[in-house]
């Protein structure tokens, strides 16, 4: 064995000197993959970035809507991430996909809980998030919903769930006021069974009765049944001069359809998981006559023109109500985070419930109970393949 050379490196030392060139080089390639992707979409490690997550029904019937909040959501994103995102870091969007159905709803929160998200930004379909509530809840994470609005939404009094559009009972007294302004003398309504048609339904219903507009048949249809004859039947055979459809436009294009075929000739109301371009796909002018749409954001707003060409210009395609509920329910989220100065889930949501900005659907603040301080509402009118806004009255 031959003595060791001094100053020649030992065998230990060679084997520190390797593993710390690795170790050089696994942090290089990490570095280079997290900041290579789409600003907003690629994933990064979790202290270089702020995770919002959305649940929203990128599947199913619903899709359209929910493609259009995703596309939003991004947009908002994306626009924060140019300005140098929030507090010193990057914000990255996770989307998970709920369906509008329940089941799948509570498997995509639990998923979207794992990446580690400090706010939902998500929801559409109100029977597919209510039960990821809890799940929410459990881990600490607020929410700012974005489309849903059902009273079931805050009926478990949960501290840290906020809604960006309206609740149903703001909705009905609304839409009531407009049928009756309209000459409706009795109203039909008509649900899907699920937790934001059916409250919105009751709630129509109740304010129906209290300004005076009786109420004869209240049905229930069931989703993607190939006819609703039967259904329109009974509207017509109970006298209604009036139909509130509160449920969503797959359904609702069928049943104005069969209405029309069926004879009907009053006026047909739908309610803002309607109000959609879909409802009018096939349906010719004399079968969307007098079909009405109440909503709570409308892209052709004058106030949102500059917008609706952001829109166009960073996704390629139309905007619709959603996509301006998804956009708000993002920067306020970002907003609360920058007003908190941290990402700790509890701060951040003391901080939204002090929200008070200016969105693109108006000013946001809260109630104490999560529900929109000043929503507001909208009667579009069909006409052709879109909507017209329906002037509201002056001093009302």
């Given at each position: ?5 001094s100053?020649a ?22 570095s280079?993959?997290?900041?290579s ?25 619903s ?20 300005k140098?995102?929030?507090l010193?870091?990057?914000?990255e ?7 509008c ?9 639990r ?11 998500g929801?559409?379909c ?8 809890k799940?929410?809840?459990s881990?600490?994470?607020p929410?700012?919903?974005?489309q ?6 805050l009926?478990p009094?949960?501290?840290?769930v ?18 009756k ?10 649900h899907?069974?699920?937790s ?11 304010s129906?009765?209290?300004?005076g ?6 049905l229930?249809l069931?989703q ?8 329109a039947?009974?509207?017509i055979?109970g ?6 459809y509160?449920?969503y436009y797959?359904?609702a ?14 006026r ?20 969307t006559?007098d ?13 949102l023109?500059?917008w ?13 109500p959603s996509?301006?509920?998804a ?15 941290t990402?700790?889930?509890a701060?951040?949501?003391?901080a939204i419930a002090?929200?008070d900005?200016?969105?693109?659907s ?11 301080a000043?929503?507001?509402?909208l ?13 509201q009255?002056?001093?009302?």
């Amino acid at each position: 064995m031959r003595p060791q050379l001094s100053g020649a490196p030992t065998e230990e030392k060679i084997v520190r000197l390797v593993t710390s060139a690795v170790a050089a080089l696994l942090i290089a390639v990490t570095s280079g993959c997290a900041s290579s992707g789409e600003s907003g979409t690629a994933s990064a490690p979790a202290q270089e970035v702020i995770r919002l997550g959305t649940l929203v029904p990128v599947s199913g019937r619903s899709s359209p809507s929910g493609e259009a909040m995703v596309n939003a959501a991004r947009m908002a994103v994306d626009e924060a991430n140019a300005k140098g995102g929030v507090l010193g870091r990057r914000i990255e969007l996770v989307v998970g996909d709920d369906a509008c159905d329940p089941g799948t709803a509570v498997t995509a929160a639990r998923e979207v809980v794992a990446r580690d998200v400090t706010v939902s930004v998500g929801g559409y379909c109100s029977s597919a998030t209510v039960p990821t509530l809890k799940i929410f809840r459990s881990a600490g994470v607020p929410m700012v919903v974005a489309q849903s609005n059902s009273t079931d939404l805050l009926a478990p009094k949960y501290d840290s769930v906020f809604l960006i559009s309206g609740t149903v009972a703001a909705e009905a007294e609304f839409a009531v006021d407009w049928m009756k302004r309209l000459g409706g003398t009795r109203l039909a309504v008509v649900h899907d069974g699920t937790s934001f048609p059916v409250t919105l339904a009751g709630s129509t219903a109740d304010s129906a009765r209290r300004k005076g507009l009786a109420v004869g048949a209240q049905l229930e249809l069931s989703q993607g049944a190939p006819s609703y004859a039967r259904i329109a039947d009974a509207v017509i055979r109970g006298g209604a001069d009036v139909v509130y459809y509160t449920g969503y436009y797959a359904e609702a294009n069928q049943l104005v359809a069969d209405l029309r075929a069926g004879g009907f000739e009053g006026r047909i109301f739908v309610g803002d998981g309607a109000t959609n371009g879909p409802l009018l796909d096939g349906l010719d002018a004399a079968q969307t006559r007098d079909l009405y749409g109440t909503a709570m954001l409308w892209a052709d707003l004058p106030e949102l023109k500059d917008w609706a060409q952001r829109y166009r210009t960073a996704v390629g395609a139309e905007p619709n109500p959603s996509s301006v509920a998804a956009y708000d329910a993002v920067n306020v989220a970002l907003d609360a985070i920058r007003r908190a100065g941290t990402t700790d889930r509890a701060a951040v949501r003391k901080a939204i419930a002090e929200t008070d900005m200016m969105g693109m659907s108006g000013k946001v603040s809260f109630n104490p109970d999560g529900s929109r301080a000043e929503p507001r509402f909208l009667l579009l009118r069909a006409d052709g393949k879109g909507f017209t806004l329906v002037p509201q009255p002056s001093g009302t």
